[in-house]
């Protein structure tokens, strides 16, 4: 029988009521949910007071198991528990031997082990034993076309909302560092409630993240639409003059997807009879994009579509130095595979079979 995972909604419900587990070990690549859980219990498994005396911080580095378990098996001082927090968990080199601990925990200890950048072998007797009594939660990294969908849930767990464009603003922008998201996000509220909304628009995210809302991948994805060769130049351009925030590789990728999902939207409607929020879900976006694809249809019939991603396949090879020479720089590769893909929408038309 297949192991049912635990997810970090589960997690958070579960201590949003008060609900402490002996032992949590908090595993996987993605650090924001596993520094998110840990920080929670820290704050708010004890008092200011208590955490003075029952609340420990510790490094695997420079304990061994021994010592770990010596501390676990502590009573509480001042309070009803004590703490345990161990940041870089994977460094304890004898970290099986916690199996011993867990044969009979602490009641009155909550320990918190911080596993991370990998995973644990799920198969390994001390992570059964750790499930058994307590929290085994793996962090799994989310995929790009996940990323606004998370944005927007985090916003709504503040109070506020997004818009759909935005909340692609800030994952193209930022990509998957969802620490780096939170802590962006984490500064508008006190700016949204001085202008007296909670919504949180293009606008807002243009002039305290930093972000283009008139330069970046998605209008240039618009441009296209409406075949507008001055203004894909002009965001080309601008991406040239700020390589650092619009790296060649995010602005392939971007393109790539959106011509790999139009080629899908095309055979959706061709063969199945859907309306606009199960389109959504299949091509996994946001249903305020599905106009996007409406209009490129327009222009590129299942032919093109497949000539541009093979276009956008060469801009990729070239960029890694493939088939170019030495003068050729990303501006150029870029604007000549725009200039090719526009070119396309205008020929005669191609019918795939």
């Known amino acids: 029988m297949a192991r049912q995972t635990v997810t970090y909604e589960q997690v958070m419900a579960s201590l949003r009521k008060g609900e402490y587990k002996p ?9 924001y949910f596993i520094d998110s859980i840990a920080d929670y219990i820290k704050e708010n498994a004890l008092t200011e007071d208590e955490k003075t005396f029952d609340l420990s911080i510790l490094y695997g580095k420079d304990i061994d198991c021994n010592q770990l378990i010596m501390a676990a098996k502590r009573y509480p001082m001042m309070a009803k528990r004590q703490v345990i927090i161990v940041r870089e968990a994977q460094n304890i080199r004898d970290l099986a031997n916690i199996s011993l601990y ?6 009155s200890t909550v320990l918190v082990l911080c596993h991370k950048h990998s995973t644990a072998d799920m198969r390994k007797k001390y992570v059964a034993d750790i499930e058994k009594a307590g929290v085994v939660f793996v962090s799994k990294r989310l995929y790009d076309n996940q990323i606004p969908q998370w944005i927007s849930r985090y916003a709504e767990s503040l109070g506020l909302k997004i818009e759909p464009k935005a909340a692609n603003m800030i994952s ?3 990509g998957t560092d969802l620490s780096k998201i939170a802590n962006e996000i984490g500064k508008l ?4 409630k001085e202008r007296g909304t909670n919504l949180i628009t293009a606008d807002i995210v243009e002039d305290n993240i930093g972000i283009s809302k008139e330069y970046n991948n998605f209008e240039l994805i618009n441009a296209i639409i409406r075949r507008d060769i001055v203004k894909s130049n002009r965001i080309i351009d601008h991406f040239a003059r700020d390589p650092k925030n619009n790296p060649l590789v995010v602005t392939t990728s971007v393109l790539f997807n959106f011509f790999s999902n139009l080629m899908l939207y095309l055979w959706l ?6 309306d606009d929020e199960h389109l959504a879900a299949e091509l ?13 249809a ?21 960029s890694k130095g493939f088939g170019t020479g030495p003068s050729a720089n990303d501006r150029d590769i870029l604007r000549e595979a725009i200039f090719k893909i526009l070119h396309l929408s205008s020929s005669s038309k191609l019918n795939a079979t």
């Open 23 to 31: 032992v949590y070990l908090l595993m996987g690549e993605e650090d």
């Open 102 to 107: 867990m044969k009979q925990p602490q009641p």
């Open 172 to 174: 193209e922008f930022l």
């Open 189 to 192: 509220p006190i700016i949204l």
């Open 269 to 274: 409607i061709k063969n199945a009879r859907m």
């Open 284 to 296: 996994k976006i946001n249903k305020y994009f599905i106009n996007d694809y409406r209009n490129a």
């Open 298 to 318: 327009k222009h590129f019939d299942s032919g093109r579509t497949l000539q541009a991603i093979g276009i956008l396949r060469d801009m990729d090879s070239r």
